[in-house]
């Protein structure tokens, strides 16, 4: 059985960080492009950054600068470590595996995902 765990969320301030988890079983993530989607209250999901296979890393806008997507093989996770968070950073973080996937998508492109973990910057 495939999971995707997220963990790692919480509350933070502004300016603050936190670093999310995402712990794979059942599959070896060495092989899946893995993506970080967030959806804000009464927002559409988006998906912020992802990283391929072969290890590139892309940033939507927003988040450039400030988060940063990094996966470890050995333990099979990734992690999103998240730095000078924002308010409008308020979301539910999930993770999303899938082969062969190529370009932002809609999320549909992914086989896995994680089961989300709550960010909440206070404003």
């Known amino acids: 059985q495939v999971q995707l765990v997220e963990s790692g969320g919480g509350l933070a301030q502004p300016g603050g960080s936190l670093r999310l988890s995402c712990a794979a079983s059942g599959i070896s993530l060495d092989y899946y492009a893995i993506a970080w989607f967030r959806r804000a209250p009464g927002k559409e999901r988006e998906a912020i950054t992802r990283t391929s296979s072969d290890g590139k890393t892309f940033y939507e806008d927003s988040v450039k600068g400030r988060f940063t997507i990094s996966r470890d093989n050995a333990k099979n996770t990734v992690y999103l470590q998240m730095n000078n968070l924002k308010p409008e950073d308020t979301a539910v973080y999930s993770c999303?595996?899938?082969?062969?996937?190529?370009?932002w998508g809609t999320g549909e492109e992914y086989d896995y995902w994680g089961q989300g973990t709550q960010v909440t910057v206070l404003s």
């Open positions: 999303a595996a899938g082969v062969g996937v190529g370009g």
